[in-house]
């Protein structure tokens, strides 16, 4: 491919001219101009999954809220983060996404927190509808000496996948079953030990709520003190 | 893999090692095993070079999968919305109450018995599955009998045509023997692909673009503009034609397959000429057993009189879903990754297939276009309005007295399709509403019934003519059994990818069933609405942001049918 010169787009998100790449993102426009709006299923270094819908904007002539971190950033844009309807439905989704959390355990403390660094306060409002088990046949998987995973913590945003599939080429960990029943497991829902997992950590670093979390070194329940699996 | 003897899951082994062919592996480990064995799941897995993990969560993604071994015979009512308005939970409890489930009748054997939602034969209904032959129009009483003869694909009528009619889709359904290419092409067949190959693509696009004809798989887009689009993105294109055909209530994909296959192989012929795509692919539905065979077998005689001039088609078979019916995900699904939606942009005429440009267009689109090729642009816009010109399959159901399918020009109104064609109520009821899009639309009173019918919104509530399916409802079951019918189907149908529509669909059943049950909490309409605007306008797809529909129409039109009994 011949060198090209590097274009820009500017675009206008929440009154404040901004400049970004021409392959560039709405939500990467929003991040340049210091907007601060939830992504919790986008990692800054890979490629968007759509999954959680808190990253939505409107858009002038545009027609619902679409995801900001798969739009493409287009010359003239005017980009809105908040307002009446995106205030209200950004704040549902929020609200069903801490319903997917056990009460007061490490994701709904995460997402609160993370709510409420975007000025949103956390109501469990759909909280007590919740079907807990997802189908999975345990919502604890500590069969890893390294990690564990706990479903109750988990909000689906696909971000570990990613990691264990796109990233590291590994596979070990999918989004198994569809609707209510989805929730992240390994080959026959069999314990993470029994999969081909190498204990990276790559999906444990990217998880935004906690739900894979590294286990503390001379932990005594942990078979060979914690170190690598295999 | 055992060390002696014959190494299992050979036929696995003879696919090319291509990830477009892990649908069709899976398809046939089902077939063999009668389920999907891990030691089978293991032997795809390990052909494919894909992680067990990864492909477990393909196969998983696909919900006509059966992942246990079954137990003797399979007997599975239909409970879909025209089945339902027809009898089916009185044949569910009849089934489910015979002592040892068929033990009084010898010649039936051991049988399940379970029940699914729309077979997709809603004007035959009620409907039992035996296997993977059909009972229609089942009767309760002599039914281990029926089971016991071992039915096989249920035939659909043909009616008789009605004035109100323009057949033009379904113009040789019941006249051409659907086995048979020389009755095709003595009626008329493949005219319209040698018109078309007597003229260069971009001419063939220009006239369906002057035709007008829009995608009447529910969302009327023109479909000579998706064309244009596509022919200006380098080759290689491709083209999938949707045959998945997955909305409870309509089934007129399968009724034109399984009566004039000729028709679609020759549309698709016509389409993969007018915008030179290098490989076809047809998507089907995979339980359309015998909408299945008349089509390869069409394919078939068609190649084999070489008709095709080189085109490659494929006919790929869908494994469960209603989303599957999307059309990213359709894409995904021949990619052989996992039945979700993908992100939108790009379009997939775009970047669809393997990155390529991709038209999808469904059957009944694609089954139009001999007539625009032999009859020209003008004659097609005959009939119809100025704005959605030409004719549309309806697939009426429910509580009527004279369902099936019948082709009318749009435009024509509600009230002629349910009075007039279907001949209003069954004696001694009342027509209370007609849902209007499926489990994607909403109802419509009566006061309503001089609507139109075309494509987009018909009505602020919802209810939409998408791809043709109208439910006619009756004083027979409560409008918040049906909406409390439909909320469960979207929940049970989310793929699961989006908030939204994951989390929001089954608090949307669970609050309609308290509103059923005269239990919900005093604020459940203000959840309700919340959810209906968040998963409408939040959803990464198309049915999640229709999922809330069926509960807005009733908001709309049956607010006191929905807070009181």
């Known amino acids: 491919m011949a060198m090209v010169e590097k274009r820009t787009v500017s675009l206008s998100v929440d009154g404040t001219s901004v400049s970004v790449p021409e392959a560039g993102t709405v939500l990467d426009a929003m991040l340049a101009a210091g907007v601060q709006v939830p992504h919790l299923c986008k990692d800054d270094d890979q490629e968007p999954i759509g999954a959680c819908r808190t990253c939505l904007v409107r858009v002038e002539g545009v027609r619902g809220l679409p995801a900001s971190c798969y739009l493409p950033a287009r010359d003239g844009m005017v980009v809105s983060t908040s307002g009446h309807d995106l205030d209200r439905v950004r704040r549902t989704v929020l609200d069903l996404t801490s319903g997917m959390l056990s009460p007061g355990g490490r994701g709904a403390l995460a997402l609160a927190a993370e709510a409420r660094r975007y000025g949103v306060d956390g109501r469990f409002r759909y909280g007590d509808l919740v079907s807990a088990t997802r189908g999975a046949p345990r919502l604890l998987d500590d069969s890893t000496p390294a990690f564990t995973l706990d479903l109750s913590d988990c909000i689906l945003c696909g971000r570990c996948v990613q990691g264990c599939q796109d990233v590291q080429h590994i596979g070990a960990i999918a989004v198994v079953g569809g609707g209510e029943r989805a929730h992240i497991g390994a080959f026959l829902d069999q314990p993470l030990v029994e999969s081909i997992c190498t204990s990276c950590g790559t999906c444990v670093s990217v998880c935004p709520t906690g739900a894979l979390y590294p286990r503390a070194f001379g932990d005594a329940s942990v078979p060979n003190g914690g170190g690598n699996a295999g | ?565």
Not at chain 2, 126 to 150: C, K, L, S, T
Not at chain 2, 272 to 296: D, M, Q
Not at chain 2, 380 to 405: D, M, N, W, Y
């Open chain 2, 1 to 565: 893999m055992t060390a002696t003897g014959a190494p299992p899951f050979q036929y696995i082994r003879a696919f090319p090692r291509e990830r477009t062919y892990v649908l069709p592996a899976l398809h046939l480990l089902h077939e063999h095993e009668g389920y999907l064995s891990p030691e089978g799941l293991s032997a795809v897995a390990l052909h494919f070079k894909i992680p067990n993990s990864e492909l477990y969560g393909v196969a998983c993604s696909y919900s006509e999968f059966s992942r246990t071994p079954g137990k003797g015979r399979q007997v599975s009512v239909c409970t879909g919305l025209s089945c339902l308005l027809n009898g089916a939970a009185e044949l569910v409890n009849t089934l489910s109450a015979a002592p040892a489930r068929g033990a009084k009748s010898a010649s039936a054997g051991q049988y399940e018995v379970s029940e699914t939602p729309c077979r997709f034969l809603c004007n035959l209904a009620p409907v039992v599955a035996v296997d993977h032959g059909y009972v229609v129009e089942a009767n309760p009483g002599g039914f281990a009998d029926a089971i016991g003869a071992r039915p096989g694909p249920a035939q659909r009528p043909t009616a008789p045509p009605s004035p109100l009619e323009v057949r033009r889709v379904t113009a040789r359904c019941g006249v051409v023997d659907p086995s048979a290419l020389d009755t095709a092409l003595a009626a008329g067949g493949y005219e319209g692909l040698k018109a078309a190959r007597r003229l260069p693509p971009a001419q063939v696009t220009e006239r369906v673009s002057a035709s007008g004809l829009q995608g009447r798989g529910g969302a009327y887009f023109p479909a000579g503009r998706k064309w244009e689009t596509a022919r200006l993105r380098p080759r290689p294109r491709y083209l999938v034609v949707n045959a998945e055909e997955g909305e409870p209530g309509v089934f007129k994909d399968r009724y034109l397959l399984e009566k004039d296959p000729h028709l679609m192989v020759e549309g698709l012929l016509i389409a993969a000429h007018a915008i030179e795509a290098e490989r076809v692919f047809v998507y089907i539905n995979g339980e359309a057993l015998l909408a299945t065979a008349r089509l390869e077998a069409a394919l078939a005689d068609a190649k084999a009189a070489g008709l095709f001039e080189g085109t490659e088609v494929e006919v790929r078979r869908g494994a469960g879903g209603y989303v599957c019916g999307e059309e990213s995900v359709i894409l995904s699904s021949i990619e052989g990754e996992r039945a979700v939606p993908r992100l939108r942009p790009p379009l997939p005429v775009e970047s669809g297939l393997w990155g390529r440009p991709t038209v999808i267009n469904n059957v009944e689109t694609v089954a139009n276009l001999p007539f625009v090729l032999t009859e020209g642009p003008d004659a097609f816009r005959l009939v119809g309005t100025e704005s959605h010109p030409g004719t549309k399959a309806l697939c009426l159901s429910g509580a009527v007295r004279r369902p099936g399918i019948y082709e009318v020009p749009l435009g024509t109104t509600v009230r002629s399709v349910v009075e007039d064609l279907g001949g209003g109520a069954r004696p001694g009821h009342e027509v209370r509403a007609v849902l209007c899009g499926g489990p994607s639309g909403g109802l419509l009173p009566p006061s309503k019934f001089d609507t139109p019918l075309v494509g987009g919104s018909l009505d602020p509530g919802g209810a939409a003519l998408g791809a043709g399916g109208i439910v006619v409802i009756d004083d027979s079951m409560p409008i918040r059994d049906v909406l409390y019918h439909l909320a469960a189907y979207n929940a049970a149908e989310s793929c699961g990818k989006c908030t939204p529509c994951r989390e929001g669909a089954p608090r949307m059943r669970d609050l309609i069933g308290q509103l059923r049950q005269d239990s919900a909490p005093p604020d459940a309409i203000d959840l309700l609405d919340a959810l209906d605007e968040a998963m409408a306008s939040a959803s990464l797809c198309g049915l999640g942001q229709m999922a809330p529909l069926p509960y807005r129409s009733v908001r709309t039109h049956f607010f006191e049918e929905l807070t009181r009994p």
